[in-house]
């Protein structure tokens, strides 16, 4: 999933950029009072692989991934990534869907108490903001699903190692395992032990413990479905992105 952000596709090296919160592409095209607002209350909060965000605050994500999970459930059904922030519905007390949302990878980002934030923006505005947000949002899950059910277990992983490592903005790689990579894929260990030596054959990727690193980025786009391309030419995000832009 595309997530709510401004750079969608931005890439390794605008992440591996960021380390304060005026940084984020967000925060940039936000009201000034709202900016100050953040600027005085967000504190930095890293959250390790597995760990989830306040869910009653705002979270600006600078580097790392956030996931999905439909509730009691292993399977990641969406990200977001570098440039996305969690946590808009619940300014206006709104429900989009029942997930829990924890990270997928060592994650940066600042977080932000609703209550101030919400005392200095008008309603309008976040309504607005949260039609963009929900329509992408619902969007991405719907495509999200179709892969699942189209797409085969090569495909779909050489998809989601894109994204992760675009996430991550580490050249060291990805700092994750497979049996970790079938848990969010919804996979058997074995589909995906045998997914990565095909990708490694191609040399795509290189395996290393509990880490993978990508080496030739056209292999592995050649590898993985289109989705993700799908969805940044969506409508919904095309409109998402001129307004903040």
């Known amino acids: 999933m595309t997530g709510f952000h401004a750079d969608v596709g931005g890439g390794r090296s605008s992440a591996r950029g960021r380390t304060r919160l005026e940084d984020h592409p967000v925060y940039d095209v936000l009201p000034p009072k709202v900016q100050?607002?953040?600027?005085?209350?967000?504190?930095?909060?890293?959250?390790?692989?597995?760990?989830s965000p306040p869910g009653d605050a705002l979270y600006f994500v600078l580097n790392g991934a956030l996931g999905f999970f439909p509730s009691g459930r292993r399977i990641c059904v969406g990200v977001i990534p570098p440039g996305g922030v969690l946590g808009w519905e619940a300014a206006i007390g709104a429900t989009l869907q029942a997930h829990e949302t924890r990270a997928v990878l060592p994650t940066?980002?600042?977080?932000?108490?609703?209550?101030?934030?919400?005392?200095?923006?008008?309603?309008?505005?976040?309504?607005q903001f949260l039609a963009a947000y929900?329509?992408?949002?619902?969007?991405?899950?719907?495509?999200?699903?179709?892969c699942n059910a189209r797409h085969t277990a090569l495909q779909r992983l050489a998809k989601w190692i894109a994204r992760l490592n675009n996430a991550a903005g580490e050249e060291r790689g990805i700092s994750i395992t497979q049996g970790e990579l079938g848990s969010l894929l919804g996979l058997q260990r074995t589909s995906v032990n045998a997914a990565c030596r095909h990708l490694q054959d191609r040399g795509a990727v290189r395996i290393r413990r509990a880490r993978l690193v990508v080496v030739d980025q056209d292999a592995l786009s050649e590898a993985a479905c289109d989705c993700d391309a799908r969805l940044a030419d969506g409508p919904a995000e095309r409109r998402l992105r001129n307004r903040l832009n």
């Open 108 to 127: 940066e980002g600042y977080v932000a108490p609703l209550k101030p934030v919400h005392a200095v923006l008008r309603d309008a505005w976040i309504h």
């Open 36 to 51: 100050a607002v953040l600027t005085e209350t967000a504190r930095r909060l890293p959250l390790g692989a597995g760990e």
């Open 134 to 146: 929900a329509a992408s949002r619902a969007r991405a899950l719907g495509v999200e699903a179709a």
